[in-house]
């Protein structure tokens, strides 16, 4: 005969309990049905699961082991009907969250605590592509919603909210020649190697802040924070990766000329208006408009 979830159901109730009386009024049934189900069980897989000598039930060596598969199946169980539910309800299965680069994580661990507790059946898939990477992937749908910073050729198709500036400061190792210089030119930059952040795309966004004739390309802010850490270039880096590295002395900042200034970008939430989303996308939206980046953007 089949097993039931029902007779596992009963299982894991007199095991939690204690007893079958106990299980019966847990389960809202009479005893002798318990007693009935545990009996058919045990018939059924041809095992004894409890000992019935004493005052009360116990499980013997195979009962637990097969308590322990009934949990994991009653809990599988759990979660199907609990992701039928959202799709029912219009909680979409899945859910891509596009990010220019992990330097953003931060600030965004509070939400996606939040997230996991209001959606726990969404599938979340966090990618972290650069530039037009991120704009290419908000108008395929690959991802339906992005954080990333102001492109400098905006897409009618794309809608956006700001989340703050965020600053770049320009910073090289304690031991590259820029280092000791009370203030750089963009002529003096023009000289050294700048590291720059780059995605796969070749379009205008990766030479935006281009200013030295000698470049390295990098994917990845973190990554390009390490080479400037060698003492191979120099580079603006968000603020939100400098704290360490520039207490322990990693890096040191450069002081740019007034003409020159310090380069900022404008961080927003990005999403596609022609393309619906589903609840959890709504919840996850609303929640990152109205998030302070500045814990993580001094």
């Not at 897409?155 to 210089?181: F, I, N, Y």
Request: hydrophobic share 45%; with cysteine; aromatic share 6%.
């Amino acid at each position: 005969m089949p097993l039931s979830l029902e007779q596992l159901l009963t299982l894991q109730a007199a095991a939690d309990t204690g007893s079958f009386s106990a299980a019966a009024r847990r389960l809202g049934k009479a005893q002798s049905v318990v007693s009935t189900a545990i009996a058919n069980l045990e018939t059924d897989l041809d095992i004894t699961l409890f000992e019935r000598g004493g005052r009360y039930p116990r499980l013997t060596p195979a009962g637990e082991q097969i308590l322990r598969q009934a949990r994991q199946i009653l809990g599988q169980c759990e979660a199907l009907t609990a992701y039928a539910g959202e799709l029912a309800t219009g909680v979409e299965p899945k859910l891509t969250l596009a990010i220019d680069d992990d330097s953003q994580l931060p600030w965004l661990g509070g939400i996606l605590e939040a997230f996991a507790l209001q959606f726990p059946q969404v599938e979340l898939e966090l990618l972290f592509p650069l530039m037009e990477d991120l704009v290419e992937m908000l108008l395929s749908g690959r991802a339906q919603l992005g954080i990333g910073y102001e492109p400098q050729l905006p897409r009618e198709e794309l809608c956006c909210h700001s989340l703050g500036r965020v600053g770049l400061p320009l910073v090289v190792a304690p031991h590259h020649p820029l280092a000791g210089m009370r203030q750089v030119t963009r002529e003096t930059l023009q000289g050294q190697r700048q590291i720059l952040a780059t995605g796969h795309g070749t379009g205008p966004e990766r030479s935006r802040f281009r200013i030295s004739t000698q470049v390295w390309w990098v994917e990845g802010d973190q990554a390009m924070l390490e080479i400037v850490k060698k003492g191979l270039g120099w580079a603006s880096v968000p603020e939100v990766l400098l704290a360490a590295p520039l207490k322990n002395r990693e890096v040191v900042r450069l002081h740019a000329a007034k003409a020159l200034g310090q380069p900022s970008l404008q961080l927003g939430l990005w999403w596609h208006r022609a393309h619906p989303l589903g609840r959890a996308g709504l919840w996850l939206r609303e929640a990152l408009t109205h998030a302070d980046i500045r814990k993580a953007h001094p």
